[in-house]
């Protein structure tokens, strides 16, 4: 679920996810010192809370996705925001559908949106995290 303004490149380098990270408005998840992912917090346009993330090919399948975007939203929530938090996902990526719907999202929608990182358009799916779920509930 990534929606940077730049192309990702296929292996997270730490001066790409420093230049990123500049933006205060992302959060880099790390492992023993080492850059595993990132995620991200911006409105969408609807004075809600709209969240994404990466994590390196070489980390994935290990957690970090999950345990990232838990820590992510529960950041978010302590920092006073009680709003709905939106999410997406290519329709392809079963794996993010599930890290999602692990931590509480669910359905709410379907689009299609330009994926900087795929290079083109894509048909994606849409999730919410609503007012006052809790994460994993």
Request: with cysteine.
């Amino acid at each position: 679920i990534i929606y940077f303004s730049s192309k990702i490149p296929p292996v997270v380098t730490l001066e790409w996810a420093k230049e990123r990270l500049a933006a205060q408005t992302e959060f880099g998840l790390y492992d023993d010192g080492k850059l595993v992912g990132m995620f991200i917090q911006f409105d969408n346009g609807e004075r809600e809370v709209e969240v994404g993330y990466s994590v390196d090919a070489r980390a994935r399948g290990k957690g970090y996705a999950s345990r990232g975007l838990s820590l992510f939203i529960e950041k978010i929530r302590c920092e006073g925001y009680e709003g709905n938090i939106h999410a997406g996902h290519a329709a392809d990526n079963d794996i993010s559908a599930k890290v999602l719907a692990k931590a509480g999202f669910e359905p709410n929608g379907e689009n299609e949106y330009h994926s900087l990182g795929r290079g083109g358009m894509v048909a994606g799916k849409r999730v919410i995290l609503s007012a006052g779920k809790k994460i994993g509930s």
